[in-house]
């Protein structure tokens, strides 16, 4: 899974929204009228609608443009310069007629009291200016999304979405309406449960979910339905399958930009290469992180990665290929991967110390474990005395130990090749010439250490010893 978004440039056409948060307190009752007073502190503009998009994919590190509809207000104006000052390039119509939507939220204690909306509903299509917009400043995207939050900006979006399927474009969008007919031949639909169940009709349980999204998918030609449904995750539904994805929140603060992080998450791991069901799960780990903040918000980079990380740091049962994705998911974490190997076949104090050094090398401590057919050719036909899957388990238990990989050979080159560590740790006195995958490491930038075990501990002198006394 690649979550590197540096080289992708993405275009978010929709309605721009600014978000104004009146903060402050509520204390008494007022003598004119029986409604609270409320008593203003401070106030705090944010990026609402296609612009909150926008930063939710500058902040993941794309280069974004973004394309809607102003008023010439002062609002418009506040809206340019907090566009300018994440380095989202703007190119916006702005029509006299029109009002830049403003959505302003009295806020006290962290619960919102009330909301007042200031906008203005177009009756006509700017698509005309948005494809003038377009062949003036066309670029190489990557991906595009509509952000349709039923304001106007996207009142007929089919030219838009046709524009770019014949340039073979992407084109994800966060559907609004009781119809998504008007987005026909899009590439990914992301409606939260009630928009979907608006379009679709109620849907009975999950088969009834599946199957209404499939025949959407057929009416309107689509490549997938994104369906996010709160607590119970997101429902990935394509031509053919269906994926549920669980919900990574820990705690639910407030839902508002929720949907624009899904777009925007999705939207830009797709154009990276990342496939739908791994950019679902990227989608859904970002979700989890903005509904636990207030306001509308973003998922920076970092804080996918690091919740990515966290979320599977217990989960030590995995295999080789399942490692793989997870080791290139930490490294762009800057976590250090640390590896060693053996037959572990009786632990002892000399292994622990070992292993607990071993890891403090590094952030993660994979460990490759010989299988049973391995240890016999390497230590003789009477071992291994514990088999490799209970071998692995107590290795498992042991919390220095992130990840235990079973390997047949009687070399772990293999393992070592495909997992690249930058720390190859052997216990004893061996040369760098001895320690099997030494050289493929210091190629790749990394190091090699070795570690003395403890004096007179091993398996086979265990064993010897326990021999001799019978």
């Given at each position: 899974m690649n979550l590197n978004f540096n080289n992708s440039r993405l275009l978010v056409i929709g309605d721009l929204i600014l978000d104004t948060y009146l903060y402050g307190s509520v204390s008494r009752i007022s003598p004119e009228a029986p409604v609270s007073i409320f008593n203003e502190i401070n106030e705090e503009a944010r990026l609402g609608g296609a612009c909150n998009v926008a930063l939710n994919l500058c902040k993941l590190g794309a280069t974004v443009d973004i394309i809607g509809l102003t008023g010439n207000d002062t609002n418009a104006l506040l809206l340019k310069k907090m566009l300018k000052a994440h380095n989202i390039n703007e190119y916006l119509i702005a029509d006299d007629d029109y009002v830049t939507i403003e959505k302003k939220r009295l806020v006290s204690n962290n619960h919102q009291l009330l909301r007042c909306d200031k906008e203005s509903i177009p009756t006509s299509s700017y698509n005309t200016q948005i494809l003038k917009k377009l062949e003036d400043n066309i670029f190489n995207y990557d991906a595009v999304i509509l952000s349709d939050y039923m304001k106007g900006t996207l009142l007929k979006p089919q030219p838009l979405i046709n524009f770019f399927r014949k340039k073979l474009v992407?084109?994800?969008i966060d559907p609004k309406g009781q119809s998504f007919t008007k987005y026909k031949n899009s590439?990914?639909?992301t409606p939260n449960f009630k928009e979907f169940e608006m379009a679709v009709g109620k849907c009975k349980n999950e088969e009834d979910i599946a199957k209404k999204a499939k025949k959407l998918i057929k009416n309107i030609n689509l490549d997938a339905v994104l369906i996010t449904r709160s607590e119970k995750g997101l429902s990935l539904v394509t031509k053919s399958k269906v994926f549920n994805i669980p919900t990574f929140a820990k705690e639910v603060f407030d839902v508002t930009?929720?949907?624009?992080?899904?777009?925007?998450?999705?939207?830009?791991?797709?154009?990276?290469?990342n496939s739908l069901v791994d950019s679902s799960i990227l989608a859904n780990t970002a979700a989890g992180i903005v509904v636990g903040k207030f306001g509308t918000a973003y998922a920076s980079n970092n804080e996918i990665l690091s919740k990515l990380y966290n979320d599977d740091k217990q989960t030590k049962k995995i295999n080789k290929k399942d490692l793989l994705n997870k080791l290139?998911?930490?490294r762009q974490t800057n976590k250090k991967i640390v590896f060693t190997n053996g037959c572990f076949d009786i632990i002892h104090a000399g292994h622990i110390d070992y292993l607990q050094k071993a890891k403090k090398l590094g952030d993660i401590l994979i460990v490759g474990l010989n299988s049973d057919a391995s240890v016999s050719r390497l230590k003789g036909k009477d071992r291994p005395i514990n088999n490799n899957n209970?071998?692995?388990k107590v290795l498992e238990a042991l919390e220095c130990i992130d990840h235990v990989i079973i390997f047949n050979e009687d070399t772990p080159i293999k393992l070592i090749k495909s997992i690249m560590p930058d720390v190859l740790v052997k216990g004893g006195d061996y040369s760098l010439k001895q320690i099997v995958g030494a050289s493929n490491v210091i190629e790749n930038g990394g190091i090699v250490k070795t570690i003395k075990f403890y004096q007179d501990l091993s398996s086979s002198k265990i064993?010897?010893?326990q021999r001799q006394k019978k």
């Open positions: 992407p084109v994800i590439s990914v639909l930009g929720a949907g624009d992080t899904i777009v925007s998450v999705l939207a830009a791991s797709m154009s990276i290469g290139a998911i930490l209970n071998r692995k064993l010897n010893n």
